[in-house]
């Protein structure tokens, strides 16, 4: 739950010049599994699309205003990205623009922050003016 609070604060951050959509995919560590010892909730493996779809309402509550997908049963979400445990994106135009590391060792909101950062003084910078002789 402190990386998403700390993805909250990005999100509020940058929401002049991003939009933002967390997608919750399967459960990393099922209370019925492999269990976390810092697990905030007690979420059993999905045995269907209701079942993370409830579960994907408990991280609604730690990230208001950032729309939330849920994943397929089929995880195609999480295949298509690597997304497993968990990943950071920006998608720009249709085109991966940043790829964080898989999850938990990899998911490095400081890089994305430094990612962000660099656009919006890119953004904030003057254009730069090109003289063309004929």
Request: charged residues 20%; hydrophobic residues 40%; aromatic residues 10%.
């Amino acid at each position: 739950m402190a990386r998403l609070r700390s993805f909250e604060r990005l999100t509020s951050h940058f929401m002049d010049i991003a939009d933002f959509l967390l997608v919750y995919i399967e459960e990393a560590h099922p209370s019925d599994g492999w269990v976390s010892s810092d697990a905030a909730y007690e979420i059993p493996k999905h045995q269907c699309l209701q079942d993370r779809l409830r579960a994907a309402q408990l991280m609604m509550a730690g990230a208001p205003g950032c729309p939330l997908a849920v994943d397929t049963m089929d995880n195609a979400s999480s295949a298509a990205y690597g997304a497993y445990f968990e990943r950071l994106y920006i998608i720009q135009e249709e085109k991966v623009m940043y790829q964080g590391g898989r999850g938990p060792e990899g998911y490095k909101i400081a890089e994305l922050r430094s990612w962000l950062d660099q656009y919006k003084n890119r953004l904030q910078s003057p254009p730069s003016t090109v003289v063309i002789h004929v």
